[in-house]
């Protein structure tokens, strides 16, 4: 769980903003692409349709939750469709401003669907297996929040925030669902084959912890043979089951991992970049410059300045 919350603290997950809807039937809308952005539609009261551009379709229930991991387009309708109005010119013909709840048709209220929806943001640069393995959307059913109790207890804490719109419940609402995203990740909900390889590395008694190694000491010298033999495998069988499971080699995840780590420091600390070089294990600044030109394609200074 300590490689978890490294990760996504580093990669910095942040709850953007959120709003909720009242949509009266007969009505559709078209999200557009967002990218490295992730959203989440909650369904409070009725019922929708969720399509992805590719025709996979699911009926989202009273308590469902999507979840849309990479900011992908999709419609959310009141009955099946292929195409939908756009969210920009929803938002303009209800005349919504942000604030408030967004109302859309003026059809039988008790036929209303209400949903709160979430954005969350990932800087640009953000990289890791564990996101590159995510699904197109992780559907989370009733059936689902009921075998994971802390799961559904703050989703229920969303829907009283959202509907209270009290003091704090932006920021409530925000960091919630930061946790939402990470314990739907977590648990494994709608895992495909790839994400149920990375997921295993985290609870494998080798590869996890060689993992806990590598992002508690992030600036030691790893090589494949002194990570195997912590571990207690040999080199060749440690190197072909971390690649099979990460997806990548296990110095690979080192290097990728110091240069996320660096765009944490740049963007967050003071330190130079001196000591950043040297608290992530680099041998020197100009050896870390060029790992992380390489990478980005700028230098760290000048990331740095464009960051301010």
């Known amino acids: 769980m300590a490689v978890f919350v490294d990760i996504f603290e580093t990669l910095n997950l942040k709850g953007v903003f959120y709003y909720r809807a009242d949509f009266s039937p007969f009505w559709a809308v078209e999200i557009p692409k967002f990218g490295q952005a992730a959203r989440f539609h909650h369904v409070i009261k009725g019922s929708c ?9 699911v009926k989202l229930n009273p308590g469902d939750m999507v979840l849309i991991p990479r900011g992908s387009a999709h419609i959310l309708s009141s009955e099946p469709k292929s195409s939908a109005p756009k969210l920009e010119t929803v938002l303009a013909d209800a005349g919504y401003d942000g604030k ?25 640069e953000a990289n890791h297996p564990l996101l590159q393995a995510l699904p197109e959307f992780i559907h989370v059913t009733v ?16 829907v ?5 719109d009290g003091l704090g419940s932006a920021v409530t609402v925000k960091k919630l669902s930061e946790i ?14 790839r994400m149920k390889n ?76 001196q000591t950043i070089s040297t608290k992530l294990g680099f041998s020197s600044p100009a050896a870390f ?15 740095r300045k464009n960051t301010l």
């Open 49 to 57: 349709y969720f399509t992805f551009p590719t025709g996979r379709q």
């Open 160 to 164: 009283r925030s959202v509907m209270s």
């Open 143 to 158: 059936e689902d929040r009921m075998k994971n109790v802390f799961l559904d207890e703050c989703i229920r804490m969303i």
């Open 198 to 273: 990375v997921l295993r590395a985290f609870s494998d008694e080798h590869i996890g912890h060689a993992l806990d190694l590598i992002h508690k000491n992030v600036s030691q010298q790893w090589t494949v043979k002194s990570l195997a033999t912590e571990v207690g495998m040999s080199r060749s069988r440690f190197a072909e089951q971390f690649s099979e499971l990460l997806g990548m080699g296990p110095m690979k995840y080192v290097s990728e991992w110091r240069l996320q780590k660096a765009i944490n420091l740049l963007s967050h600390s003071s330190f130079d970049i």
């Open 180 to 193: 939402i995203f990470v314990e739907m990740i977590g648990s494994g909900i709608g895992a495909n084959g």
């Open 289 to 303: 410059t060029r790992a992380f030109n390489a990478k980005f394609g700028t230098s760290p200074s000048k990331y």
């Open 100 to 124: 408030g709840v967004l109302v859309v048709g003026t059809g039988n209220p008790d036929a209303m669907t209400q949903l709160a929806c979430g954005h969350l943001s990932f800087p640009a």
